[in-house]
């Protein structure tokens, strides 16, 4: 995960929701990033996410020519993975196969399906070749961890891959070995919660960052399922709107109205004992779920390691550590390292450390 002797320059470029994030990294040292954000208003015009594409690429170029790039001193362009089959982890070449699954047959609809065609089209623009890596559907489960209760769900692999898989890197090189020699548990703390066994560098479980686990900022987690099933029949809500709620407007949003932990915080400080005790709770559920994961790796756990935004939260983190000390010693890393991660899984293939794959050939 080092830096290469040579220092190559990489574009990257991360689509969400309501932002399109772009940062130029040249070698581990970080040129210019921006966080372009994209009001409701106008992504409303477009009706389906796939529309979006050319307003957004033309955003990142707005960006990029805003912070003096000179795209012919790029040497690869990577972007976030997409809802795509599920792939083993590793670094894939954005071909046009790549690019007519993300925008006309993705597995789900989700704005990270825009960014390889954004990332394939400066590429082509320059003469260089485009990557992704660890996308959304990464799948490296075991087959233990696939079959449920009913014959007719299997379980599917829905992980934050790509910060899980650094993260783990990262860990193992603060333990002064090789990720394929180490057991971990990775938490990925932020909008959505992943808790992931990761051993020998393979991530073979996780609860579901959709729709399993510990509640999130504004994810349910998993629910009493007479419960749910019976709101699914009540006629309050459509099945899109439920799907919404759940995904979208639950959590800590639900609970207390905001997704900010540095609100929670300020709400707790201030003696607000209903924010206290929600922050208590989700606490215990993560905590519940590393605990569950580390039975995974049979108890043979060399670190714990937390990352994502809410890992910078020092009394959730604390509660965290009162009940999970005793499985491993325990490792943060705070906020998000998505976009340095993807410089570096290029960077790996520029310096011929690593060998990018076909995504057709999977």
């Given at each position: 995960m ?6 190559y ?23 210019c ?22 307003y ?56 990270a ?19 992704f ?8 489960y ?12 299997s ?5 934050h ?16 070995r ?12 932020g ?14 479980d ?15 987690g ?11 029949y009540?006629?309050?809500y459509?099945e ?16 207390l ?6 609100e ?27 605990g ?10 060399d670190?714990i ?6 890992a910078?939260?020092e ?15 325990i ?5 998000e390292?998505?976009?340095e ?9 520029l ?12």
């Open positions: 080092g830096c290469t002797s040579r220092t320059s990489v574009l990257v470029v991360n689509t969400g929701s309501t932002s399109t994030k772009v940062a130029v990294f040249s070698g581990c040292k970080l040129v990033s921006d966080n372009i954000q994209h009001p409701p208003d106008e992504l409303a015009q477009y009706a389906r996410i796939s529309d979006q594409l050319e957004r690429k033309d955003m990142v170029l707005k960006s990029l020519e805003a912070n003096n790039i000179v795209l012919d001193g790029i040497d690869a362009v990577i972007s976030r993975g997409g809802a795509l089959k599920p792939v083993p982890g590793g670094v894939y070449s954005i071909d046009d196969v790549v690019v007519d699954d993300l925008l006309n047959r993705p597995s789900t609809e989700h704005a399906n825009l960014a390889g065609p954004i990332a394939r089209a400066f590429a082509d623009s320059i003469g260089v070749r485009a990557y890596a660890d996308p959304i559907t990464v799948d490296e075991g087959p233990l961890a696939r079959l449920s209760g009913l014959p007719d769900i379980r599917l692999s829905k992980l891959a790509l910060s899980i898989r650094s993260t783990a890197a990262k860990a193992a090189e603060s333990l002064g090789a990720v394929e020699d180490v057991d971990l548990v990775v938490a990925h703390l909008s959505g919660i992943s808790i992931c066994p990761v051993k020998s560098g393979k991530m073979v996780a609860n579901g960052a959709d729709d399993e686990g510990p509640f999130s900022p504004e994810r349910s998993s629910l009493p399922m007479s419960d749910l099933i019976t709101l699914c009540s006629g309050k459509t899109d709107e439920l799907l919404h709620l759940l995904t979208h407007g639950s959590g800590l949003l639900a609970h109205g905001t997704t900010d932990a540095r929670v915080e300020r709400r707790i400080l201030a003696g607000d004992a209903c924010a206290a005790r929600v922050e208590k709770v989700m606490a215990y559920q993560i905590s519940k779920e590393i569950a994961m580390a039975t995974v790796l049979c108890g043979s756990v670190a390691a937390l990352t994502g935004g809410l910078a939260w009394r959730l983190v604390g509660h965290i550590r009162e009940r999970c000390s005793f499985i491993a010693p490792i943060a890393f705070p906020g390292n998505e976009m991660a993807l410089a570096r899984s290029a960077m790996r293939v310096a011929g450390e690593e060998e990018a794959r076909s995504y057709a050939s999977v």
